[in-house]
C-alpha cells in the first residue's frame, strides 16, 4: 500500500493541502477544530512525515530565495516584477516567513547561489523564474534536494513543481483579434529567445500566421529593455514594407515602441496598431492607452508562494498548478489598419 500524503489528507478532510501543511507543522492559518480534524485523520491514515521533510523540518530557516539573472535596470523598470515580488511576500509573511532576492549576471551565477545556500541552509526553497530550454538550474535543484517551484512555466517536464498560464493561449489570443481587425501584417518584438514563455510566444504566432492569412509575421527578439524594444520598433518602422500591428512582449518595451511611433509620424492606432503583453498603470496611462493582456500578477505570486509552502512541507508531492489565461483589455491603441496604395490583399488595400 503506498504511503498517504498530505494531498490523500486533504482530500479526506475536505480541505485544502496548504491547511494540511500548517496544522501538521503547527503553524497558524487553520482554525483550532479544523486542526484537530485534520490531526485525528493524519493518525487515522497512519501519516508519517517523509524523511526529508523531517530533516528540514528540524533545522528550519523560514525564508525561502529568488535569485533573478536579468539586468537590475531592466528589472527595476518592470511593474510585472514589482507585482510578483508583492504577491509572493504577501503569501510567505501570512506565515512569518521572510524572501531573500538576490540579481545576478547569469543563470551560472544564479546555480552557485543555490548551491551555496543549501550548503548553508540559508533557505527553505527557493522560487524559479524565467525558465530556459533545457534549463539547468532545474537538473541542479534536484541534486541539491532543495524544494523548488517555477513561475511561469511547467518545471522541467514535471521534475518541480510550477505556477503557470498558458502562454500560447495568450498569443492567440492577441493576433486572433488583431486579424479580425483585418491586420495581415503583424510583428512580434519578443523577449529573451531562450526563454521558454518567449518561445511559446513566437511559435504560436508563426503556427497561427497561415490559418489566420498573416502576409508577414516576424518575432525579433531582445533583452525586455525599453532600448533595445525602441530600437527594434524603428528598424520595423523604417522599411518600405512595414507593419500594421506590433505586439510586445512586456509593457515597458510596448511603451518605448509607442514613443518611438509617436517621433517617426507614424499615428497610433491610425498607422499603427499596438499591444503589449503584460498590462499595468504603464499601458493604462500613456495616450494612447494602449491594448494589453490583463492578470493578476500579485494573484500568480501568491499562488506560487502557496505551492512553494506545501512542498517544503512534503517535498515527495509535486504540484503543477495552472492559473487563469491573462485576458485582452482593448484600449484605443488598436483599430483596423488604415486603407492605404501601398498593398493589396483580399480586395481592399492597406498599409504595409
Known amino acids: 500500500m503506498a504511503r498517504p500524503t498530505i494531498a490523500d489528507i486533504a482530500d479526506k478532510a475536505g480541505v485544502s493541502k496548504g491547511a494540511v501543511s500548517f496544522a501538521l507543522n503547527g503553524r497558524p492559518g487553520v482554525s483550532d477544530a479544523t486542526r484537530a480534524r485534520i490531526l485525528a485523520i493524519a493518525e487515522q491514515m497512519s501519516w508519517r512525515p517523509h524523511s526529508a521533510a523531517r530533516a528540514l523540518g528540524a533545522s528550519r530557516v523560514d525564508s525561502v530565495g529568488l535569485v533573478i539573472a536579468r539586468p537590475a535596470r531592466t528589472l527595476g523598470v518592470e511593474p510585472f516584477f514589482a507585482h510578483l515580488f508583492s504577491g509572493l511576500q504577501s503569501g510567505l509573511s501570512a506565515q512569518s516567513i521572510s524572501l531573500q532576492l538576490l540579481i545576478v549576471e547569469d543563470t551560472e551565477a544564479e546555480i552557485a547561489v543555490y548551491r551555496r545556500w543549501a550548503s548553508e541552509h540559508r533557505v527553505d526553497g527557493v522560487i524559479l523564474v524565467d525558465l530556459t530550454v533545457r534549463d539547468p538550474r532545474v537538473d541542479a535543484l534536484k541534486a541539491l534536494e532543495l524544494p523548488a517551484v517555477v ?202
Open 151 to 352: 513561475v511561469g512555466g511547467r518545471g522541467g517536464k514535471g521534475a518541480l513543481a510550477s505556477v503557470w498560464a498558458d502562454d500560447r493561449d495568450a498569443m492567440l489570443s492577441i493576433v486572433e483579434y488583431l486579424a479580425a481587425l483585418g491586420h495581415r501584417r503583424i510583428a512580434h518584438v519578443a523577449g529573451t529567445p531562450n526563454f521558454q514563455h518567449t518561445q511559446r510566444r513566437m511559435r504560436a504566432l508563426k503556427d497561427a500566421a497561415p490559418r489566420l492569412g498573416l502576409l508577414d509575421a516576424p518575432s525579433l527578439p531582445t533583452d525586455f529593455s525599453d532600448a533595445e524594444g525602441a530600437a527594434i520598433t524603428r528598424k520595423l518602422l523604417s522599411h518600405a514594407v512595414r507593419p500594421t500591428a506590433i505586439v510586445y512582449d512586456s509593457d515597458v518595451m510596448a511603451v518605448a515602441g509607442l514613443g518611438v511611433a509617436m517621433e517617426m509620424g507614424v499615428s497610433v492606432p491610425g498607422g499603427l496598431s499596438i499591444v503589449a503583453f503584460d498590462d499595468s498603470i504603464l499601458t493604462q496611462l500613456m495616450h494612447p492607452a494602449l491594448t494589453a493582456l490583463s492578470r493578476d500578477t500579485f494573484e500568480f505570486g501568491r499562488q506560487a508562494a502557496e505551492v512553494l509552502l506545501e512542498v517544503i512541507a512534503d517535498p515527495t508531492v509535486t504540484i503543477n498548478r495552472r492559473t487563469a489565461d491573462p485576458v485582452l483589455t482593448v484600449r484605443e491603441s488598436t483599430a483596423a489598419p488604415a486603407v492605404t496604395g501601398n498593398t493589396t490583399h483580399g480586395g481592399t488595400r492597406e498599409l504595409a
